[in-house]
């Protein structure tokens, strides 16, 4: 690794003016697990990091703020594995911790990296999405909030200027919907995502309604499928509406092949999962 | 109390738990450098240009190293096992992406990292071969001239040799093959592949060369101290007596570490510079350094109305990467057995070891065996089918009985094969009714079962230390790696001398202390140095004997030997030394029929039963059960040897499942943990481990190797197993689940898009 | 060089210093101490061999910047037998011999250290969990899962 200077802002507003938004070397750290993997492979080699240790005790609270739950950017993966209020509001939330990465990786990665890292094969960022949660972003200019669908503009690219940094994450009053998250590995239990696959939506009268459908790991970005949405809107929970479903789906996503498999097989993944996903948000309840 | 048979934990234990044993990893010494390699980035070129200023220019570089600079120290700097076709830096020319290249020293191991990243080296790009087949034809010639190493006999004729990439052809010939087919009522042939897969070992390969007075030390992680020893000094022209090679623990093998590897780069280095170098790859770089080799394997079989084989041809390609490596040996020693465990009247084997422009392939874990299981194992249920027989009754017809000669003329002695098949058969209840699944959740077994020849011949030496007191050292050049050696070896010394086997202490190799051996690889040391160690301690015991005797000590009284000392000497004083070297007996095969009737001192037999669940929607495959059994003549510590069974066992359900080394262009695109997929703790199947009990008859107290049998039956018999369940054939390794989808889609005339 | 600072953080109970620059990990940090029970092995987070506590939580030591101990706690392998007695994990290790070359045994002991601190009786599925993170190519896996029930079994 390449030597570099590291500074420690002491507020949010200090490290904001230390990001400079034409200096690609310069970047925020805070848990650092997926910067140090591109610096030790070279793909990142910075002249200086900004260390967000000093800020975490007030940007690492777990929330509740009205039927919302807010999650501070700070606050560790491990936290919101641990943390009573998302075991008891967002029990898909705690569910989808246990596989991701591993319990060193979560001890030590936080909230803010795992959403603005931009990695597709991510799961906190579809879960969060399903879920129809909302980021804040700091910026010179002051904050701002997005939904967490459109934070990304690409493989590894977000919509965040260099010099913004996200603050934390709200996520909605569940309000009964049902939710879930699969992530489908095609090699070890261990690994990468090939496909990753996260919906909530209301079941009324035996219907679905609302429905949120999220993408991961197979498309170049994470994206929200409308056409599939649509497809599910109003729709029995069958085997029939959800083999057209998954057949919306399979169409809408921008599917790359990769080492976890070809397109057209990660494409049948999603015809199953799509389907497999919904049983599973029924019956976890 | 008898010590051979015990279940004791192994000697090293408490270094273990507490972080604190010895690897050289641990190792830093005064003035270390350390080197950073720069590697080759394309798969084969002429070097135009190596520039080194800019790298040279960065702070705290010590000295950057290319191949011309080797070759001022050693005229001839090539080296390896069978062939001397490996430059200690690439010279002319490089054979593979990643290959060496130069190297940065530095007093910081960053610094020598981001110097090395700065080396540009300018390439006259030739054309590659990657593929084992093609190699076949001489358009890309990975090497100019062949050059076989000369300690081999059965490689002679092929010095000189030039405008081909065949390093080794073994051919076999037994009874009248073609006759045969004629005869047969059905003949079936077909054709598998395995992936390029690498050993992976947790220690990535690390060395440290230490120059001193008149002698160059070198602390490395190898299973063969003494090979690197001798090589070392062939290079450098000095005799063995200036070389020490020292070997701590070593964090896994699997036969990676072979023969030399870093060992000839740090020598040179370090002689250089004249000070201490270490470079310790990176687990990235472990993907340029040996590999297991892909395969293909055409097999033609002919049978008989009653299921009996009764000819078969072997057509076995070996891929053997840039560098020689140990795959000549692979190619012949596997050759004497790729026909299977079965009797067989009329066989033909025709095996090559071919270059291409991959990474070395070597030995990983069954020296070629599990390639060539999964292709005769595959085929042999294939047969079955055909022939509307029960698998398991399939394989009793036609396994090798006691006594029977083997394809290469040498008889089955002390060879459970038959007793492994029925072990397997019990534990998965085969007679018994199977849920077959229902839904898209199908379920199936399979079994496979194989057997290998140990390397032949090698030597091992052992000597057994009683000190004054009675307590007891062993030395020995085995490379206690995991597999529990150390432990088994104290526990024979110990049922010798009537000591407990706790306290004996094993020396680790240093090969200024420890005597010779050939090398901790193929399951060999077991039954050799075993034999060695078997026999230094007797020798320990006789000369007690004597020396109680001229003691004046009654013959038959059974005093301790602190006694013996005390009286001999008139205090604590003296040592016993006992010693004894193993070598057996060999007979190199024909060169015209490729017989022999003495090609191994013992057989190793293995096999495996699996089930599957197979999901029809993903093709995903669950093993839901998995039997492993192996002969193990008798074992010496029973508990070690069913954790050496359990761990060859999921290491191969890795290469089967998940494993695989993908080239694009000749780069490796997935040189990493996180995308070359080992197994972990969340893909282990239930799993029983059956050691069947036979004696090894020329084995130290019955024994034989174990490490690698586990290996054996794994892949055919998941492929066996899905084949059972949704009636699909998988052909080549790994079987994922994308293979099996595209299998069964396939099968029901609706194919998935290729891309 | 600038970038070198002083930290100061308690290593096994002992409070000690060093000068570091950022660029370093945990693992390079430990081996200042003479500490090797930490090793860097895949590099990447996944295959435990660089396990160390921080605060008493587990981390990758290759994936945690030596700066970052400043101020906290920092527990090894080699402090688990200060006493010259071996922790309830590391006899269960022996004994079930959840081992073979021994290089992952540290990161495996200590991570079932943080599951029993955790969970002390631990399900099948939070062994597993817990220990997703960590590889053994000698692949005693299930030996290790043996361990971890016999220490629950005592703990």
Redo the contacts between chains.
């Keep these: 690794m390449i030597p570099f200077e590291m500074v420690e802002p002491q507020s949010l507003q200090e490290a904001v003016s230390l990001l400079d938004p034409e200096e690609p070397t310069i970047r925020p750290v805070a848990g650092g697990t997926a910067l140090m993997l591109m610096m030790k492979a070279g793909v990142f080699q910075p002249t200086r990091l900004i260390c967000l240790h000093a800020i975490e005790p007030e940007h690492a609270r777990i929330t509740v703020s009205g039927e919302a739950l807010r999650i501070g950017a700070m606050a560790t993966l491990s936290d919101v594995e641990h943390d009573a209020n998302v075991a008891a509001r967002l029990p898909v939330l705690k569910r989808a911790m246990r596989t991701l990465s591993n319990v060193r990786v979560r001890n030590v990665a936080r909230v803010g990296g795992a959403l603005a890292h931009g990695d597709p094969h991510m799961d906190l960022p579809p879960v969060l999405a399903a879920l129809g949660a909302k980021v804040s972003v700091a910026g010179p200019k002051g904050h701002r909030e997005l939904p967490v669908e459109a934070l990304y503009s690409g493989y590894y690219e977000t919509v965040l200027e260099k010099n913004e940094l996200i603050t934390s994450v709200t996520v909605p009053a569940r309000n009964g919907r049902k939710a879930t998250y699969m992530k489908v590995t095609s090699r070890t239990a261990d690994d990468w995502p090939a496909l990753g696959v996260a919906v909530s939506f209301a079941h009324k009268d035996g219907t679905i309604r609302d429905p949120i459908v999220i993408v991961s790991a197979a498309t170049e970005k994470l994206t929200r499928m409308t056409s599939t949405e649509k497809e599910l809107q109003g729709a029995t929970v069958d085997d029939k509406a959800l083999a057209r479903a998954g057949e919306a789906a399979a169409a809408e996503a921008q599917i790359l092949a990769d080492a976890h498999g070809t397109a057209a097989y990660k494409r049948e993944l999603l015809k199953v999962y799509l389907r497999r996903a919904v049983r599973q948000a029924l019956a976890e309840g | 109390m008898k010590q051979v048979g015990r279940e004791i934990p192994r000697l090293e234990v408490r270094a273990k738990v507490t972080g604190r044993a010895d690897y050289v990893h641990n190792l830093r010494l005064p003035g270390m450098l350390y080197g950073k390699v720069a590697r080759a980035t394309v798969p084969h070129g002429r070097i135009r240009r190596i520039d080194t200023a800019s790298a040279q220019k960065i702070p705290g570089v010590h000295r950057v190293i290319a191949g011309e600079d080797i070759r001022k120290l050693i005229a001839e700097p090539y080296y390896g096992p069978a062939f001397h076709d490996q430059p200690i830096l690439a010279l002319n020319k490089v054979r593979h992406v990643g290959e060496p290249v130069a190297v940065v020293l530095a007093s910081d191991p960053h610094v020598a990292e981001r110097a090395a990243q700065m080396i540009a080296v300018e390439y006259d790009e030739l054309p590659a071969v990657y593929d084992e087949v093609a190699a076949m034809q001489p358009d890309v010639v990975v090497h100019d001239m062949l050059k076989p190493a000369g300690t081999f006999a059965d490689l002679k004729h092929l010095k000189g040799r030039t405008n081909t990439n065949v390093a080794l052809d073994y051919h076999l010939r037994r009874g009248d093959l073609d006759a045969a087919m004629a005869r047969a009522d059905r003949v079936v042939e077909h054709t598998f592949k395995t992936q390029q897969c690498l050993h992976l070992a947790l220690e990535p390969f690390v060395s440290v060369a230490e120059p001193g007075d008149g002698v160059l030390t070198i602390h490395t992680s190898s299973q063969t101290p003494s090979f690197v020893r001798t090589e070392i000094a062939r290079l450098f022209g000095w005799p063995e007596n200036r070389v020490r090679v020292k070997v701590p623990h070593l964090g896994g093998g699997f036969g990676a570490k072979v023969y030399v590897k870093l060992e000839a780069l740090v020598a040179a280095l370090a002689v250089l510079v004249r000070r201490p170098v270490k470079i310790a790859l990176t687990m990235e770089e472990q993907f340029y350094m040996i590999t297991k080799h892909p395969t293909t394997f055409r097999i033609k079989s002919g049978v008989d109305r009653d299921g009996k084989v009764v000819a078969r041809a072997c057509e076995v390609f070996w891929n053997g990467g840039a560098y020689a490596d140990i795959g000549p040996r692979v190619t012949q020693k596997s050759g004497f057995t790729a026909a299977g465990p079965y009797d067989i009247d009329n066989i033909n084997i025709d095996s090559y070891e071919l270059y291409t422009n991959r990474t070395p392939a070597g030995a990983l874990r069954g020296f070629g065996i599990p390639q060539l299981v999964w292709a005769y194992e595959s085929h042999s249920d294939l047969l079955a089918r055909e022939l509307g027989i029960d698998p398991v009754e399939f394989r009793r017809r036609n396994v090798l009985r006691e006594g029977r000669p083997q394809a290469s003329g040498t008889a089955m002695k002390d060879a459970a094969i038959a007793q492994v098949l029925d072990a397997i058969a019990a534990r998965m209840g085969w007679s018994k009714p199977f849920d077959r699944g229902h839904g898209t959740m199908r379920r199936g077994r399979g079994i496979a079962i194989g057997f290998k020849a140990s390397i032949s011949p090698t030597t091992s030496v052992a000597i057994v230390n009683v000190s004054a007191d009675g307590s007891t050292t062993l030395y020995t050049s085995t490379v206690d790696m995991g597999q529990g050696s150390d432990t088994a070896f104290a526990q024979m010394v110990a049922e010798i001398l009537d000591l407990a086997a706790e306290d004996v202490r094993v020396v680790h190799p240093d090969t200024d202390v420890t005597p010779y051996d050939m090398g901790t690889l193929g399951s060999r040391s077991l039954f050799h140095m075993g034999n060695a160690v078997r026999l230094a301690a007797e020798d320990a015991r006789d000369k007690l004997r004597a020396l109680a005797a001229e003691a004046g000590l009654p013959e038959g009284t059974n005093y301790p030997p602190a006694e013996i000392f005390k009286k001999r000497y008139g205090m604590q004083a003296g040592n016993i030394i006992g010693t004894a070297s193993f070598v057996p007996t060999y007979k190199s095969p024909n060169a015209q029929t490729g017989l022999s009737d003495n090609v191994t001192p013992f057989w190793m037999i293995g096999g495996a039963g699996v089930e599957v669940e197979v999901d029809t929607e993903t093709g995903a495959v669950r093993v839901t059960k998995l039997v492993n059994a192996a002969d193990c003549g008798t074992p010496i510590n029973p508990a070690i040897a069913r954790t050496q069974l359990s761990g060859a066992a999921i290491m191969q359900l890795g290469f089967t499942l998940s494993e695989d080394m993908r080239l694009d262009g000749g780069q490796v695109t997935n040189a990493s943990l996180a995308d070359y997929k080992i197994p972990g703790i969340r893909d282990i199947p239930p799993m029983e481990n059956v050691l069947v009990e036979a004696e090894q008859h020329s084995g130290p107290f019955g024994a034989k190797g174990l490490g690698e049998s586990g290996t054996f039956g794994v892949s055919p018999a998941i492929a066996n197993a899905i084949h059972d369940a949704v009636g699909v054939r998988i052909t080549s390794l790994p079987i994922t689940a994308e293979v099996v989808l595209r299998a069964l889609r396939a099968q029901a005339g609706k194919p998935l898009e290729d891309e | 060089?600038s970038?070198m600072r002083t930290i100061n953080f308690t290593l096994n109970g002992q409070e000690v210093s060093a000068d570091i620059?950022?660029?370093?990990?945990l693992v390079e940090l430990l081996?200042r101490f003479d500490?090797?029970?930490?090793?860097e092995?895949?590099?990447?987070?996944?295959?435990?061999?660089c396990?160390v506590l921080v605060d008493g939580?587990?981390?990758?030591g290759c994936?945690?910047?030596a700066?970052?101990v400043d101020g906290k706690s920092v527990t090894?392998?080699?402090s688990?037998?200060a006493e010259g007695v071996?922790s309830i994990v590391?006899q269960a290790?022996?004994?079930c011999?959840a081992?073979?070359?021994?290089?992952?045994?540290?990161g495996f002991?200590l991570?079932v250290h943080?599951l029993l601190k955790e969970h002390p009786s631990p399900s099948d599925d939070d062994?597993?969990?817990?220990?997703?993170?960590?590889?053994?190519?000698?692949?005693?896996?299930?030996?290790?899962?043996e361990a971890v029930k016999v220490a629950a079994r005592r703990a």
């Design positions: 060089m970038n620059e950022p660029h370093r990990n081996q500490l090797f029970g930490a090793r092995s895949c590099g990447q987070g996944l295959c435990g061999c396990t939580k587990a981390v990758s994936l945690y910047f700066v970052w090894t392998v080699e688990l037998d071996l590391q290790f022996i004994e011999g081992f073979q070359c021994g290089f992952c045994t540290p002991v991570m943080q062994i597993r969990h817990y220990l997703s993170g960590n590889l053994c190519r000698c692949a005693a896996y299930p030996e290790i899962i």
